[in-house]
């Protein structure tokens, strides 16, 4: 029989489910704490200047957004070298379809965001500012909807150990 090319450990890493709630974490920071950089393109669209504090407060909205980027280039790597656990076989084949594309569409997303947010608010993209706050926000703020009812789903529905694989092992 074959081996396949990436393991399946029965459980995520602990520098995996490190990475995964730091990234959460670092989201709801920045999706919940967004007036930083609101008001310095606020600032900055009214009068072409922002004062030190809306500057500033912009800087920790866009340092944040790095790091949520290394941090799923950074988890993505992991999930490469040791592999993530089989689906659960309580859950329906179709379920584990929409979930792989739910996974795919949320590390895009992830990636995506701080990209068009470094665009806007570095090179001045302002195309991509548009596309950051409002189109891909909503698809994001969807797929973490989507990711937590799936989660949920998995723990009082199928009854599997997903929150667990990514909790406490």
């Known amino acids: 029989m074959a081996q396949s090319a990436i393991s399946h450990p029965a459980s995520f890493s602990v520098s995996q489910r490190g990475l995964h709630w730091l990234t959460v974490v670092f989201v709801f920071?920045?999706?919940?704490?967004?007036?930083?950089?609101?008001?310095?393109h606020r600032a900055v669209r009214r009068t072409g200047?922002?004062?030190l504090e809306q500057i500033g407060a912009a800087n920790i909205h866009a340092y944040i957004g790095f790091a949520i980027l290394i941090a799923v280039i950074a988890r993505?790597?992991?999930r490469s070298l040791h592999g993530v656990p089989d689906p659960s076989e309580e859950e329906p084949p179709v379920f584990r379809v929409?979930?792989?594309?739910?996974?795919?569409?949320?590390y895009g997303l992830l990636i995506a965001m701080p990209l068009s947010g470094i665009a806007a608010y570095y090179?001045?993209?302002?195309?991509?500012?548009d596309l950051h706050a409002d189109i891909l926000k909503v698809l994001l703020w969807l797929l973490i909807a989507a990711h937590v009812g799936g989660a949920l789903a998995h723990?009082?529905?199928w009854k599997t150990n997903a929150l667990?694989?990514?909790?406490?092992g």
């Open 29 to 40: 920071f920045n999706l919940l704490m967004p007036d930083g950089i609101a008001d310095w």
């Open 49 to 51: 200047t922002a004062t």
């Open 76 to 78: 993505l790597t992991l």
């Open 98 to 106: 929409i979930a792989k594309a739910a996974h795919v569409a949320l």
């Open 123 to 129: 090179f001045g993209v302002s195309v991509a500012g």
């Open 155 to 157: 723990q009082f529905y």
């Open 164 to 168: 667990r694989r990514m909790t406490l």
